[in-house]
């Protein structure tokens, strides 16, 4: 199994930058896709970035050119780096590791979570 610990969060005003790190314990996350989700009040969750087991990413259309998602395997860490942030971007964040075969999905790891909060 994998844990996954998320650290980062906070209080920041508009504008203003955040970066959370997940740490993940218990596997080599380099086999893992990796993604930072989010949830905020009365919304449902939704994927902020995804950076897959080969390196590539994506990002929902809201946060692109703002977030950015990096892995380092070596250290069994995914970090999300938050520009320009707005209200709209509280929420709970969460990081999420997977494994995927032949369409489905085989793990499925959860972070519990760590407050964005983005006011003046």
């Known amino acids: 199994q994998v844990k996954l610990v998320e650290s980062g969060g906070g209080l920041v005003q508009p504008g203003g930058s955040l970066r959370l790190s997940c740490a993940a314990s218990?596997?080599?996350?380099?086999?893992?896709?990796m993604g930072w989700y989010r949830q905020a009040p009365g919304k449902q969750r939704e994927l902020v970035a995804g950076?897959?087991?080969?390196?590539?990413?994506n990002y929902a259309d809201s946060v692109k050119g703002r977030f950015t998602i990096s892995r380092d395997n070596a250290k069994n860490t995914v970090a999300l780096q938050m520009n320009s942030l707005t209200p709209e971007d509280t929420a709970v964040y969460y990081c999420?590791?997977?494994?995927?075969?032949?369409?489905?999905?085989?793990?499925?790891?959860w972070g519990q979570g760590t407050q964005v909060t983005v006011s003046s």
């Open positions: 999420n590791a997977k494994r995927v075969a032949w369409g489905a999905t085989l793990e499925d790891y």
């Open positions: 950076i897959r087991s080969g390196g590539s990413s």
């Open positions: 218990g596997s080599r996350l380099s086999i893992y896709h």
